[in-house]
């Protein structure tokens, strides 16, 4: 985790957007991830992007990429409640012949009613 | 079925008891993945079986011995447990645990609670 650095808090009102900020240090990750955890709950993968993309948006996400910076965002547009959840911005490394996440520390995103 | 799935979902052992924690998909995939997650913290790899063989091991102790026994099955034998190994135990698996194979997702399990007393 210490490769990948993330706020620790984000809190927000209903209906606001969120986002979310990551840097990597690993400039040759192909793939860049947010995954989403509940409480007691595994990790849910919501989204990734793929290296050589700046931009990528699916229904209320939207991931910017910076490779020059190394950084990584999620929006949220319209946060809801059941979006208050920890956020987990991972980078691919490859180790083992095997592309695996490394993972940041984590977001917890508090979203007020 | 993309669902992973582990039991059981809390378990609670003493430090001399020997226990196992299993995971089980049935996805065709053919890596699957052990982490250890502790609170407010993010997982941390601890195996990986790629094709039913052990490819990473990120120097866990030997008091946690994974095994393969098929392609849809994935258990974490423990023994000898000490109190700081607490923590929630993630399972995951994937398509394809090679590089170079395209994008990889990851599946996770709900995890087991494990407290060792």
């Known amino acids: 985790g210490e490769d990948v650095e993330q706020s620790l808090f984000l809190s927000v009102r209903e209906g606001d957007s969120s986002v979310i900020n990551c840097t990597y240090t690993?400039?040759?990750?192909?793939?860049l991830y947010w995954y989403k955890q509940e409480p007691g709950a595994g990790l849910q993968l919501l989204t990734y992007?793929?290296?050589?993309?700046d931009m990528k948006q699916d229904q209320r996400l939207t991931v910017l990429l910076n490779k020059k910076d190394k950084h990584l965002s999620l929006r949220i547009a319209d946060t809801q409640t059941g979006d208050s959840a920890i956020y987990f911005c991972?980078?691919?490394?490859?180790?083992?012949?095997?592309?695996?996440?490394?993972f940041g520390r984590g977001t917890s995103l508090i979203v007020h009613p | 079925d993309t669902e992973v799935t582990q039991t059981p979902k809390h378990l609670v052992m003493g430090m001399t008891n020997k226990k196992s924690l299993k995971c089980e998909q049935h996805?065709?995939?053919?890596?699957m993945y052990w982490y250890k997650q502790k609170a407010k913290k993010p997982p941390e790899l601890m195996f990986v079986?790629?094709?039913?063989?052990?490819?990473i091991n990120e120097s866990v102790p030997s008091r946690f011995s994974p095994e393969c026994p098929n392609s849809s099955l994935l258990n974490l034998h423990l023994h000898a447990l000490q109190p700081e190994d607490s923590a929630l135990y993630l399972c995951?698996?994937?398509?394809?645990?090679?590089?170079?194979?395209?994008?990889?997702?990851?599946?996770f399990g709900p995890g087991t609670r494990l407290t060792v007393l």
């Open positions: 991972a980078e691919s490394i490859m180790s083992g012949g095997s592309y695996i996440p490394t």
């Open positions: 992007i793929f290296s050589n993309m």
């Open positions: 079986y790629s094709y039913e063989k052990l490819s």
């Open positions: 690993d400039s040759s990750s192909t793939y």
């Open positions: 995951a698996s994937s398509q394809e645990g090679r590089a170079g194979v395209g994008f990889n997702e990851q599946f």
């Open positions: 996805m065709g995939h053919r890596a």
